[in-house]
């Protein structure tokens, strides 16, 4: 008992990060409006975890992340949600809405509020000083001052990008201008002293939005993974690829903006075996569903091999060594995906020159219509040279796994 009281007073521990003046009056004028959310195990009725919340009405609706809650909202017979305010009461919280695309929540205690936090009606300029509440490694409620530098650049999901300290246990919480108005939404840190925020544009559509929606919260998560794919493969889908050389073979260059693509080669390396150049493209911003589960990710590579020492034999053994390598670009586990299928096919002809392709796909269990992808392909029509093509797709439909199997393999000219 002794050690829970100290855990709930240390929660509310006021600390200020910097000695700034204006962010002490901001932490002093809104602390009755931030609270602790910790998510339950019911079982043990242990913390399973823990993150930071804050009001933002009178009737009790409470802002978060979506991931300080995701464990109670897949699987609510197993945990409940708590929260512990600023004079350490402790009461329950039930889930109103989730944004699992943004990775926000909004949840509710019974009662009415006194005191909450309004949301500004505008985004800060560039440089702007902002300052970000939380409660990082539940050590206690700070305030962290720091700039607002706009979104993250060639990202399909928004982010602001800010200069300053966004830690574990911080997720959730407000980031306030200094009208002391919520401008944005802890969710994750890229570690010294850079931090990234979801943007005040969805938080107000889920705020405008938490009380109409009505459904199932898997229902609710599953229409809004399949909307986002949607928008996601329609932009990807619409683009012209460039083409580059690598090697003798033409593959894509740019997808999308968003993807990041660089290229590696071994070739100022000395006593290689075989000539190897790769040229990878990645959407690195997976949207988090629960623990050892995320989605939305594109992973593609190519990679060039050459040689002028090797047997074919032996050519070829590393060929498919190289082959074999493929696996899923997101993390997931057997809960919530089925095992991958798959199919596996040996093209041979004059164009095409033995194309050795296997194609794999697994379900999600929980959300209807979506599923992960790999697939694979071993262009080996010479002796000496070998093109390998590969891509993983999480969280796609049917119809834009099949129109990208198209658009892929028709993009690429192979010698």
Same mark, same amino acid.
């Given at each position: 008992?002794?050690?829970?009281?100290?855990? !709930?007073?240390?929660?509310?521990?006021?600390?200020?990060?910097?000695?700034?003046?204006?962010?002490?009056?901001?932490?002093?004028?809104?602390?009755? @409006?931030?609270?602790?959310?910790?998510?339950?195990?019911?079982?043990?009725?242990?913390?399973?975890?823990?993150?930071?919340?804050?009001?933002?009405?009178?009737?009790?609706?409470?802002?978060?992340?979506?991931?300080?809650?995701?464990?109670?909202?897949?699987?609510?017979?197993?945990?409940?949600?708590?929260?512990?305010?600023?004079?350490?009461?402790?009461?329950?919280? @039930?889930?109103?809405?989730?944004?699992?695309?943004?990775?926000?929540?909004?949840?509710?205690?019974?009662?009415?509020?006194?005191?909450?936090?309004?949301?500004?009606?505008?985004?800060?300029?560039?440089?702007?000083?902002?300052?970000?509440?939380?409660?990082? *490694?539940?050590?206690?409620?700070?305030?962290?001052?720091?700039?607002?530098?706009?979104?993250?650049?060639?990202?399909?999901?928004? *982010?602001?990008?800010?200069?300053?300290?966004?830690?574990?246990?911080?997720?959730?919480?407000? $980031?306030?201008?200094?009208?002391?108005?919520?401008?944005?939404?802890? $969710?994750?840190?890229?570690?010294?002293?850079?931090?990234?925020?979801?943007?005040?544009?969805?938080?107000?559509?889920?705020?405008?939005?938490?009380?109409?929606?009505?459904?199932?919260?898997?229902?609710?998560?599953?229409?809004?993974?399949?909307?986002?794919?949607? =928008?996601?493969?329609?932009?990807?889908?619409?683009?012209?690829?460039?083409?580059?050389?690598?090697?003798?073979? #033409?593959?894509?260059?740019?997808?999308?903006?968003?993807?990041?693509?660089?290229?590696? @080669?071994?070739?100022?390396?000395?006593?290689?075996?075989?000539?190897?150049?790769?040229?990878?493209?990645?959407?690195?911003?997976?949207?988090?569903?629960?623990?050892?589960?995320?989605?939305?990710?594109?992973?593609?590579?190519?990679?060039?091999?050459?040689?002028?020492?090797?047997?074919?034999?032996?050519?070829?053994?590393?060929?498919? =060594?190289?082959? #074999?390598?493929? =696996?899923?670009?997101?993390?997931?586990?057997?809960?919530?995906?089925?095992?991958?299928?798959?199919?596996?096919?040996?093209?041979?002809?004059? #164009?095409?020159?033995?194309?050795?392709?296997?194609?794999?796909?697994?379900?999600?269990?929980?959300?209807?219509?979506?599923?992960?992808?790999?697939?694979?392909?071993?262009? !080996?029509?010479?002796?000496? =040279?070998?093109?390998?093509?590969?891509?993983?797709?999480?969280?796609?439909?049917?119809?834009?796994?099949?129109?990208?199997? *198209? #658009?892929?393999?028709?993009?690429?000219?192979?010698?």
């Amino acid at each position: 008992m002794r050690r829970l009281i100290l855990g !709930i007073l240390l929660s509310f521990t006021t600390v200020i990060a910097v000695g700034d003046e204006d962010a002490s009056e901001l932490f002093k004028t809104h602390k009755q @409006s931030l609270y602790q959310i910790k998510v339950l195990d019911i079982s043990s009725d242990t913390k399973s975890s823990y993150g930071t919340g804050f009001a933002i009405s009178a009737d009790g609706l409470i802002a978060t992340n979506y991931h300080v809650i995701s464990q109670k909202a897949l699987s609510p017979d197993d945990y409940k949600l708590q929260y512990v305010n600023n004079m350490g009461d402790v009461g329950s919280l @039930s889930i109103i809405s989730v944004d699992v695309v943004n990775d926000l929540a909004i949840v509710k205690l019974e009662g009415e509020l006194e005191h909450f936090i309004e949301l500004s009606d505008n985004n800060p300029n560039q440089g702007d000083t902002i300052y970000s509440l939380g409660n990082p *490694r539940d050590l206690g409620m700070i305030v962290s001052p720091g700039t607002y530098n706009g979104l993250k650049e060639h990202s399909f999901y928004p *982010r602001i990008h800010f200069t300053g300290s966004v830690n574990p246990g911080m997720s959730g919480g407000p $980031v306030l201008n200094e009208s002391g108005k919520v401008v944005g939404v802890n $969710v994750a840190t890229g570690g010294n002293a850079l931090g990234f925020l979801v943007p005040l544009k969805p938080l107000s559509h889920l705020v405008d939005s938490a009380t109409n929606d009505h459904s199932p919260i898997n229902e609710m998560i599953t229409a809004q993974l399949t909307d986002n794919q949607s =928008r996601l493969y329609n932009l990807i889908l619409n683009e012209d690829w460039p083409s580059l050389s690598l090697g003798d073979a #033409q593959v894509p260059s740019k997808f999308a903006d968003f993807l990041s693509c660089w290229g590696k @080669s071994n070739k100022s390396t000395k006593d290689t075996i075989y000539l190897s150049t790769k040229f990878n493209c990645y959407l690195n911003d997976n949207i988090y569903i629960e623990n050892k589960f995320q989605t939305g990710s594109i992973e593609i590579q190519f990679h060039w091999m050459q040689t002028d020492t090797l047997s074919p034999r032996h050519f070829y053994n590393q060929v498919r =060594r190289n082959f #074999q390598n493929a =696996r899923p670009g997101n993390r997931a586990n057997a809960n919530q995906v089925n095992n991958f299928k798959c199919e596996q096919a040996r093209v041979e002809g004059a #164009q095409d020159k033995n194309i050795e392709t296997v194609y794999c796909v697994r379900s999600y269990k929980k959300f209807k219509g979506l599923y992960d992808v790999i697939y694979n392909a071993a262009h !080996i029509g010479h002796n000496d =040279r070998a093109l390998i093509s590969h891509y993983t797709l999480s969280g796609v439909n049917q119809n834009n796994a099949d129109l990208f199997l *198209r #658009q892929f393999t028709e993009s690429i000219l192979w010698p």
